[in-house]
């Protein structure tokens, strides 16, 4: 199960809820394909100028973003810092892991 919390007062423009979007996406697609996980957790917040979104999952941990050809967790890394955001994985192994992309919350 996927438990979903937003808190956001005011939409973020078009571009950057795309972004949002596919980060959620790809994030929740690699807890399902390779966290070993019984649960997930999606929060989005605004504060100010910033969207914070986080995933976070029970699994095993050990997620680290590959070199390489821009997909996986390489890929969100690179899809947030396109619309001068960040992206940061905490996945000590043994879990759980925690995936927190900062947008601006204009492109």
């Known amino acids: 199960p996927?438990?979903?919390r937003v808190d956001?007062?005011?939409p973020a423009s078009?571009?950057?809820e795309a972004v949002a979007y596919f980060i959620v996406s790809e994030a929740i697609t690699n807890v399902v394909k390779h966290a070993q996980a019984t649960r997930a957790?999606?929060?989005v917040t605004r504060s100010g100028d910033r969207l914070r979104v986080t995933v976070t999952d029970d699994g095993r941990g050990g997620a680290v973003p590959a070199a390489g050809?821009?997909?996986g967790l390489r890929g969100l890394e690179q899809r947030a810092a396109a619309v001068d955001g960040t992206l940061s994985i905490d996945s000590p192994p043994g879990g759980p892991t925690t995936i927190t992309a900062e947008l601006p919350c204009e492109s």
Do not use: F, H, M, N
């Open 69 to 71: 050809d821009g997909t």
């Open 2 to 4: 996927v438990r979903l």
């Open 8 to 10: 956001v007062p005011e």
């Open 14 to 16: 078009p571009g950057i």
């Open 41 to 43: 957790e999606v929060t």
